[in-house]
């Protein structure tokens, strides 16, 4: 009763995932059964203050599927790659030193190419605001906010299908 001049056809937003984390290893455990479960090509696209845990993340994500080489932060590289060991490629990426300019960070990460990789493995993204516009709409968001010392409230929102 009452329903029935509602549209047939509704917006159902994904729904987000939330894991409280009590420590950088529980993060790592975390990321490494999600990767376990997810297929590439992908875009993960990370969020979160200086020292949220992004890289804690991408490397429990690269542990996930086999990395053993160490996974450092590639903040002054950009783009580090990791071949994985089942075949395809890691991509982790770091935009924090791009410009603040929304539309000269866009065209700098155009400049390196990592466009080009969205559609070749798993592409991690620190800082991946910072890029907005040029990330594909169907990708996965992770933020991660300290909620005290050594907890960080994880929030997954899956956006495969829109
Ligand atoms: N539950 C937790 N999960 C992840 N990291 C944690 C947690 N608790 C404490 N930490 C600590 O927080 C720090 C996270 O550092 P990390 O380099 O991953 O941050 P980041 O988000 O990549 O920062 P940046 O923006 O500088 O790249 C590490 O020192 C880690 O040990
Ligand atoms: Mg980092």
Same mark, same amino acid.
């Given at each position: 009763?009452?329903? @029935?001049? *509602? /549209? +047939?056809?509704? !917006?159902?937003?994904?729904?987000?995932?939330?894991?409280?984390?009590? +420590?950088?290893?529980?993060?790592? %455990?975390?990321?490494?059964?999600?990767?376990?479960?997810? +297929?590439? /090509?992908?875009? #993960?696209?990370? !969020?979160?203050?200086?020292? %949220?845990?992004?890289?804690?993340?991408?490397? @429990?994500?690269?542990? @996930? *599927?086999?990395?053993?080489?160490?996974?450092? +932060? /590639?903040?002054?590289?950009?783009?580090?790659?990791?071949?994985?060991? *089942?075949?395809?490629?890691? !991509?982790?990426?770091?935009? !924090?030193?791009?410009?603040? &300019?929304?539309?000269? %960070?866009? =065209?700098?990460? &155009?400049?390196?190419?990592?466009?080009?990789?969205?559609?070749? @493995?798993?592409?991690? #993204?620190?800082?991946?605001? &910072? #890029?907005?516009?040029?990330? /594909?709409?169907?990708?996965?968001?992770?933020?991660?906010?300290?909620?005290?010392?050594?907890?960080?409230?994880?929030? *997954?929102?899956?956006? &495969? =299908? =829109?």
């Amino acid at each position: 009763m009452g329903f @029935g001049l *509602l /549209p +047939s056809v509704r !917006y159902n937003p994904p729904m987000p995932v939330t894991f409280l984390s009590d +420590s950088p290893e529980a993060t790592q %455990a975390w990321a490494a059964q999600l990767a376990a479960g997810l +297929s590439p /090509p992908l875009v #993960i696209a990370l !969020y979160g203050d200086l020292g %949220a845990g992004k890289t804690v993340l991408v490397k @429990g994500f690269a542990a @996930g *599927l086999g990395v053993t080489v160490p996974v450092t +932060s /590639p903040t002054f590289t950009l783009i580090n790659e990791y071949a994985l060991p *089942l075949g395809g490629t890691l !991509y982790h990426a770091d935009c !924090y030193r791009l410009s603040e &300019r929304l539309d000269q %960070a866009v =065209s700098e990460a &155009r400049t390196v190419g990592l466009e080009e990789l969205f559609d070749e @493995g798993f592409v991690l #993204i620190e800082w991946a605001e &910072r #890029i907005q516009p040029l990330l /594909p709409k169907a990708r996965l968001d992770i933020e991660l906010t300290g909620v005290a010392p050594g907890q960080r409230r994880i929030v *997954l929102t899956d956006h &495969r =299908s =829109s």
